[in-house]
């Protein structure tokens, strides 16, 4: 299994951060290696989404339940169908000064082994992209005046 955990304290408001994470539907807009995303059933808290991903020549298509937690600005989000063995991610944001604190993590593992190994060695990449995407869509959200 492949995780990571990361603590980063930005810029932006923690409302923004929850906002940016949680709008799950505009990924395909800035994350780059999201190629489609739809979301399949939404209610007030929770919705399941597949998402689409490519990066170099692989591509996988996968289905995840997405707890909402707008009071205590969480985002949690767990594979249901796909390649992965398991897949889970965690958004917490906390207000800090002007801007927040974001604590992110993830855990994953494929199905595959040879799809694990290649994914494995490109991991730490991704994910300083993934952190930098979502701040940067942030940065334009609040440069724009939109939320």
């Not at 855990?107 to 994910?127: I, Q, T």
């Amino acid at each position: 299994m492949i995780s990571h955990r990361e603590t980063r304290i930005v810029p932006y408001p923690a409302e923004l951060m929850y906002a940016v994470v949680s709008d799950v539907e505009k990924y395909p807009e800035f994350l780059p290696w999201v190629v489609a995303l739809r979301v399949l059933a939404r209610d007030e808290n929770r919705l399941t989404a597949e998402m689409a991903v490519g990066y170099g020549a692989l591509r996988e298509r996968y289905t995840s339940d997405v707890v909402l937690d707008p009071a205590a600005l969480r985002v949690d989000v767990a594979q249901t169908k796909g390649p992965f063995k398991i897949l889970e991610n965690h958004w917490r944001f906390t207000p800090s000064g002007e801007g927040c604190e974001i604590e992110f993590s993830i855990l994953f593992e494929f199905r595959s082994r040879l799809l694990h190994s290649v994914a494995g060695a490109k991991f730490e990449k991704v994910m300083l992209r993934l952190a930098d995407a979502f701040e940067a869509r942030a940065k334009t959200l609040k440069e724009n005046g939109l939320k």
